[in-house]
């Protein structure tokens, strides 16, 4: 017991140098140490270097030692038992010589005598040339010598393992059975013992290679080389098969090591199982390349069993580190996971083998659970917001970090004006942006056009929510927004800030956005934006149309928003018209003196246009051209509306009363009047001076229809802008202009049949 314990106590400084001598050892235990190469990385040193490597090599050495010792006093027993076993194993070594000498003597002894009995039989049955006797001595030759030792000489090559060797012995063997068969220098029956002695010969060694082949500790160039000696032994098929086994037993014992835990990194343990798994494959390949070259048959069995272990690869991927990342909508926890899979798995694509198609088959499904689950809850959470949001547009956060990574939008800004959106818009914005920071992935498993139509589902949800914000709207069902609350838009511009969402989404940051789902991507224009590339020339012809469906998904909302306004516009809240034809009809015999201005409704309409171009100027910095189409949309509506009701036409066509000069002069006003606020506005369209003249037509139609000429009831065209000029400049609060030269309430101040529009002239022709 004493000696233990003293033993243990000097063993204590080794056990805390432990570390340090592990560390020291770590160079010389790698495959590939080069022993000069570490001597002459150390010839450099100078002299003092040179002492402390003297030292410290010293130092190494007494450490060395005492581990050594403490090792053997560790493993004393084992130590003991596995010598006496070593001795056991010599005798049985010299016991089995001595049998093979025996065997090897009686053999020897054997073949004689069947040699003898067979050339007294060959002798017996005929006579030689020369005519000599059967009873004849002669010694044996050279040929009979071989065909006694060569069974002696496999069988010792065969117990000693020398492989090839005893390859030789068996070619040489096949040539000399193959020439006495030709020759027919041999007894058949001598003839056939030597062949039955190769084939036997031949399928033990077989035997061998094929079981050293199949053992672990059967490492690189061994294995080669047994399977290289099974090829050339005629057994191509069964040693292909027994190389790719070695190599599956070889990551599968890896492999054990790796014991992934739910705390685990997924991409970390990824990646050490991708390097395990194709590390195995390629190294299989090089095997295969090297020994079998390029044979078909070799070849296909290559690719399959490849194939096989990439989908085993790719289910142990998917069960402990993909599902998890699914299931929580995790997209780029999943992306990374199938990034390392590919990176690695490209690799091989050097040696022949495309296996990323298979991988990309696999891990689709939960890639596209990820992009479901992602999606959802941007839509989920863009929801919450626009519950609580006040619908006032801001700039975006100076920096916002998502997920680990700035986004793109918190540096975001146009070419010189920054992106004012509401709460809720900037955080639909801030999602789909970071949803786009990693999609190689989605590219490489063809995801791209299903990631382009789940987002798009997802914004038309959001623009069915800003519809339901608008007052009107609240009680509609629209698709996608379901039972969601949405806070109400109640000020012209809360309701102005829904469009200005919608619209500079579709048309700016999710094209932008989206961007990164071609192949094409738009990296290389990050440094320099001068040199982007435009939209249409950055976009392939699916972004192209899913902007227009984006754009198309706003359009609804605009429309929402123009009909709420035309109808506050038109109806009361009781739900009598303000534009009736009664207010047209009525006038001849009603009025004594008319103070010629536009009527009511068109007043309001001007305000109401000229107070949303107002907000509009503030919202749209830099998207001027989106006001002017919403503000033409909203004109449109109504100046349609009105083409279109038919109560209207008929009580002008056929109503209680005929339509007199009087309610012409004022309709015709008050077109006259849309049509300039329009065009000073800048938003009269094509379509509304359109539905202007085709109503001015209809309304002169109908004038003519009682018998009285429209060109004695209207006045030249200059005295209706007159009249338009001096209204809106009273509508907008300007200075009354100095104009003594013409009374404008004169009908007929300037009246002339010649002058009057071509519509007036087509109304009355």
């Not at 990631?451 to 996608?480: D, R």
């Amino acid at each position: 017991m004493a000696s233990v314990k003293s033993s243990r106590s000097r063993g204590t400084p080794v056990k805390e140098n432990g570390p340090k001598l592990e560390e020291g050892l770590s160079v010389f235990k790698t495959d590939g140490f080069d022993a000069d190469a570490y001597v002459q990385s150390k010839c450099s040193l100078n002299e003092k270097e040179i002492r402390q490597l003297c030292a410290y090599l010293l130092d190494l050495k007494k450490a060395s030692a005492e581990e050594m010792r403490r090792s053997v006093y560790a493993n004393y027993a084992a130590f003991i038992r596995t010598s006496k076993e070593i001795s056991d194993l010599e005798g049985e070594l010299f016991s089995i010589r001595n049998l093979l000498s025996t065997q090897a003597a009686l053999i020897h002894g054997l073949a004689e005598g069947v040699h003898i009995d067979s050339l007294n039989i060959t002798v017996s049955e005929g006579s030689t040339a020369n005519g000599l006797s059967n009873s004849e001595d002669r010694e044996p030759s050279d040929l009979e010598k071989w065909l006694v030792e060569f069974p002696d000489l496999l069988d010792v090559l065969l117990a000693e393992r020398r492989v090839n060797e005893a390859l030789a012995a068996l070619d040489e063997g096949e040539r000399v059975a193959s020439e006495a068969k030709e020759k027919k220098t041999l007894n058949p029956a001598v003839l056939m013992s030597l062949q039955t002695a190769i084939t036997e010969r031949r399928q033990k060694l077989a035997d061998q290679l094929s079981e050293a082949a199949c053992q672990p500790s059967t490492r690189g160039g061994e294995l080669r080389a047994a399977i290289s000696a099974l090829k050339k032994l005629g057994d191509g098929p069964r040693a292909h098969s027994l190389l790719l086994n070695a190599h599956y037993q070889r990551y599968q014992y890896n492999m054990q090591s790796l014991r992934p835990s739910s705390t685990s990194y997924g991409g970390a343990y990824t990646a050490a199982l991708s390097q395990l798994v194709f590390s195995a494959i390629a190294q299989a390949a090089s095997d295969s390349m090297a020994i079998f070259g390029k044979e078909p048959a070799y070849t296909s069995e290559l690719v399959m069993w490849a194939t096989k272990q990439t989908e085993s690869f790719a289910l142990i991927v998917k069960r402990h580190a993909l599902a998890s990342s699914a299931a929580a909508g995790g997209l780029r926890a999943a992306a990374e996971c199938v990034q390392i899979a590919l990176g690695h798995c490209s690799l091989l694509e050097a040696r022949g083998l495309a296996l990323c198609p298979v991988l990309l088959k696999l891990f689709r499904p939960s890639v596209e659970q990820a992009l479901e689950a992602n999606l959802k809850r941007i839509e989920e959470s863009t929801a919450a917001l626009a519950a609580a949001d006040d619908w006032v547009l801001t700039n975006p956060p100076a920096a916002t970090r998502q997920s680990g990574r700035f986004s793109s939008t918190s540096l975001g800004s146009t070419a010189a004006f920054p992106h004012k959106l509401s709460s809720s818009a900037h955080r639909f914005n801030l999602m789909v942006q970071d949803f786009f920071e990693d999609v190689g992935p989605l590219l490489s498993m063809q995801l791209g056009g299903q990631t382009l139509e789940g987002l798009f589902q997802v914004f038309n949800s959001y623009v069915s929510m800003l519809i339901k914000a608008l007052p009107m709207e609240e009680e509609a069902n629209f698709e996608g927004s379901g039972n969601k609350i949405v806070r109400m838009a109640e000020t012209e511009a809360q309701q102005i800030a829904l469009l200005a969402n919608a619209s500079l989404l579709a048309d700016e940051l999710l094209p932008r956005a989206a961007m990164k789902l071609s192949p094409l991507n738009q990296a290389n224009y990050k440094d320099d934006p001068r040199k982007r590339p435009s939209d249409r020339q950055s976009r392939h012809p699916e972004q192209r149309e899913w902007k227009r469906r984006l754009v198309s998904s706003v359009d609804k909302l605009k429309d929402s928003f123009c009909r709420q306004h035309a109808l506050d516009l038109i109806f009361t809240e009781e739900g009598d018209s303000h534009l009736s034809a009664d207010m047209y009809i009525n006038m001849d015999g009603n009025v004594d003196e008319v103070e010629w201005f536009p009527s009511p409704i068109f007043q309001e309409l001007f305000a109401k246009l000229n107070r949303m171009a107002s907000i509009a100027a503030d919202m749209f910095v830099g998207r001027e051209r989106f006001a002017t189409l919403l503000l033409m949309r909203l004109t449109e509506t109504v100046i349609l509306w009105l083409s279109e009701d038919q109560s209207f036409w008929d009580d002008i066509e056929e109503g209680p009363r005929p339509l007199g000069p009087l309610g012409l002069q004022q309709f015709y006003l008050d077109m006259k009047f849309v049509i300039c606020f329009a065009s000073q506005g800048r938003y009269l369209s094509r379509n509304l001076n359109r539905a202007v003249s085709d109503i001015i037509t209809k309304a002169i139609n109908a004038f003519s229809a009682t018998g009285m000429d429209p060109n004695s009831a209207l006045p030249e065209d200059d005295w209706f802008v007159d009249i338009c000029q001096d209204a809106m400049e009273r509508l907008s609060g300007k200075p009354k202009a100095i104009n003594g030269d013409r009374d404008l309430n004169s009908p007929t101040a300037s009246v002339s049949a010649h002058s009057i529009s071509s519509v007036r002239s087509h109304g009355s022709s």
